[in-house]
């Protein structure tokens, strides 16, 4: 079974900082990919974030040259920086990752989620 557990939201005024974790644990194999997707009130879930195996990487425009995200292949883990943050980012936060192979085969993983608050 595999589990993506998260951390790091929190609350933090327009401006600050916050730093997202996901770490995924169970018999992995290995994972293509993995990201970060946020989700507002009355909204869609949208991509935030993502980096492959290989780093990668792939921003929203409304993210890029904000937030940063990198991983550690060896603890399988995610992270998500979070610079100047702006009120319009509050959303709760999901950790994916995307075509996890496993003794069971392949399969998309959800965390369960982070809210993150900016207050403005």
């Known amino acids: 079974q595999v589990q993506l557990v998260e951390s790091g939201g929190g609350v933090v005024q327009a401006g600050g900082s916050l730093r997202l974790s996901c770490a995924a644990s169970?018999?992995?194999?290995?994972?293509?990919?993995m990201g970060w997707y946020r989700q507002a009130p009355g909204k869609q879930r949208e991509l935030v974030a993502a980096?492959?195996?290989?780093?990668?990487?792939n921003y929203a425009d409304s993210v890029k040259g904000r937030f940063t995200i990198s991983r550690d292949n060896t603890k399988k883990t995610v992270y998500l920086q979070m610079n100047s943050l702006k009120p319009e980012d509050t959303a709760v936060y999901y950790c994916n990752a995307d075509r996890t192979l496993t003794p069971s085969g392949t399969k998309n993983y959800w965390g369960q989620g982070t809210q993150v608050t900016v207050s403005s």
């Open positions: 980096i492959t195996s290989g780093g990668s990487t």
């Open positions: 169970g018999s992995i194999f290995s994972i293509n990919a």
